[in-house]
């Protein structure tokens, strides 16, 4: 398996864009998988510079209902139009972020949910023997503080978002599995219980953001979260990329922890697995 990170926030490969958003490329034995469009259509210039042929994506897959994972996605449907682009129903609710002074919604064009390749699903689904999708994880452990500033416009009221409309993908290939998760607001080690539940063993690679990224000082609840976060996946026997909504300073504090089998992302870098 290959994966291509087509934008993330941060540099990496000459002439690539980067932008605050996350886009991947997966390719696989049986699959062209796009996993989440960055927040407009510089996922697709990167792909050009990088020559990633987006037109043969075979299958497409939102992580939640975010601008900055599904800005991209009009274009991916021009460009792939018969590729099914699978995201939760609740996906294309009202999303916003309050910010002192500043309310502002963060949800997704609602285009994007009356393409005719759209797949609104309301939790799992298993789409074949190499890819599945994980929804809803009990939000048991060490979820982000950041969430509260997130919010759902519901009958006309700002309530705390839940997040159900977040899903995980699973890739099974060969005898290896893996799990990719785009901002993991319901907390990552919540998506590893989910997976452990479902299949009874661990990832072998963890792959996404892990959303501790914030303004200002993280309080001392918030530094015990990352770190008892960074303790979980070294448990493991997962190799870990991620980047985005991390943080700078939340992924050296877990590198500290997990040493070498904590990877950064980039936009433009290339991951071989298996």
């Known amino acids: 398996m290959r994966i291509t990170v087509l934008l993330e926030n941060t540099p990496g490969a000459p002439g690539c864009a980067f932008r605050h958003g996350l886009s991947l490329f997966i390719q696989t034995d049986l699959h062209a998988i796009l996993m989440d469009a960055g927040p407009d259509e510089a996922f697709a210039q990167n792909a050009r510079i990088l020559s990633i042929p987006l037109e043969h994506s075979d299958i497409c897959v939102l992580s939640?209902?975010?601008?900055?994972?599904?800005?991209?996605?009009?274009?991916?449907?021009?460009?792939?139009?018969?590729?099914?682009?699978?995201?939760?129903?609740?996906?294309?609710?009202?999303?916003?972020?309050?910010?002192?002074?500043?309310?502002?919604?963060?949800?997704?064009?609602?285009?994007?949910?009356?393409?005719?390749?759209?797949?609104?699903?309301?939790?799992?689904?298993?789409?074949?023997?190499?890819?599945?999708?994980?929804?809803?994880?009990?939000?048991?452990?060490?979820?982000?503080?950041?969430?509260?500033?997130?919010?759902q416009l519901k009958n006309g009221k700002f309530v705390q978002d839940a997040f159900a409309h977040e899903q995980a993908l699973v890739i099974h290939e060969q005898d290896k599995s893996y799990l990719f998760s785009g901002c993991s607001h319901n907390g990552i080690v919540n998506w590893l219980d989910l997976f452990r539940k479902r299949y009874g063993?661990?990832?072998?690679?963890?792959?996404?953001?892990?959303?501790?990224?914030?303004?200002?000082?993280?309080?001392?609840?918030?530094?015990?979260?990352?770190?008892?976060?960074?303790?979980?996946?070294?448990?493991?026997?997962?190799?870990?990329?991620?980047?985005?909504?991390?943080?700078?300073?939340?992924f050296a504090m877990m590198k500290e922890i997990m040493g070498s089998r904590l990877h950064a992302l980039h936009s433009g870098m290339s991951i071989e697995m298996g």
């Open 64 to 151: 939640h209902g975010h601008y900055d994972h599904a800005g991209g996605l009009l274009e991916f449907a021009r460009i792939a139009p018969a590729a099914p682009i699978y995201m939760q129903r609740s996906a294309a609710l009202d999303y916003y972020a309050d910010d002192p002074g500043n309310l502002h919604y963060i949800g997704i064009d609602k285009a994007i949910a009356a393409l005719p390749s759209v797949r609104l699903l309301d939790g799992d689904a298993v789409i074949d023997n190499e890819i599945s999708l994980l929804a809803r994880p009990c939000r048991q452990r060490l979820a982000s503080k950041s969430n509260g500033r997130l919010k």
């Open 201 to 250: 063993k661990e990832p072998d690679a963890v792959i996404g953001g892990f959303h501790f990224m914030k303004n200002g000082e993280y309080s001392a609840e918030e530094e015990y979260s990352i770190c008892e976060t960074a303790n979980e996946l070294y448990k493991t026997s997962a190799a870990c990329y991620t980047g985005h909504c991390t943080g700078d300073r939340a």
